[in-house]
């Protein structure tokens, strides 16, 4: 059902907003995403926006796409590698590297900015919907489809 | 500076309101987060909090306390060891277990529900603030407090 090699995308542009609503469910008002006048003074000169907010386009393209709705998280690992910036156009892409069982997949997950420069490195695990569950749904989410939001 | 054991806590309700935004600003409308009725059918009965929504309240606690505004994630690792479902109150606890250099900390992550349930642990390493950035933030959200979001 699934295969090692298998792969998906989305797309997502982050704009203030995101960042501010971002800020409000998480409580995380560091002015470094917040703030121009603090990010003026800081190494990036502008805000940028929170790493678990960009890493939401993974959760996305799992959640969604690969293997897509009825699936759980175990485990996700993230390296920033780059900052990114308001405006920025991010692009989650998973890939199967391992089968771990018919209840296990291990998908290296990776976010590139516009113009090509990888933001996000990581892996995750993570169990598959059910069988049956979710077929309905996934119907309409075909995966390696480019994401839309 | 800072010191091995140097510790925080931030704390936080996860609503539905809160899970339905973080499905709109990063897309990951799995319908596990979102939909009762898909929700009923899955192993969990009901539905659970996006994994990296939870995680934001780490992200709060280290960017708003320890080491506070104006530090930098380099990378965070999450493995998601129970449910947390719509109405949690989640702890983040973050610990200081290595100073690598005064621009690296490495920082255990842990986050549990009101029951004491770990319902995330993780580590992460950051970058804290250069001399004199976010100081005049920080005095007002003194390490170790706890978070009232």
Do not use: W
């Amino acid at each position: 059902m699934y295969s090692v090699g298998d792969s998906a995308e989305f797309t997502k542009v982050f704009s203030e907003e995101d960042v501010f609503l971002f800020a409000g469910i998480t409580g995380d008002r560091n002015p470094v995403h917040t703030s121009k006048e603090f990010a003026a003074k800081t190494r990036f000169k502008e805000r940028i926006a929170h790493g678990l907010l960009t890493a939401g386009t993974i959760s996305a393209a799992i959640g969604m796409k690969l293997p897509g709705p009825g699936c759980l998280y175990l485990s996700q690992t993230l390296e920033f590698k780059a900052p990114v910036f308001l405006g920025d156009e991010i692009t989650a892409r998973v890939e199967i590297v391992e089968v771990i069982s018919e209840k296990r997949l291990r998908i290296k997950t990776r976010c590139f900015n516009q113009d090509e420069v990888m933001v996000i490195d990581g892996e995750a695990v993570i169990v598959p919907p059910r069988r049956g569950e979710g077929d309905a749904v996934r119907k309409t989410n075909s995966s390696g489809e480019r994401g839309t939001e």
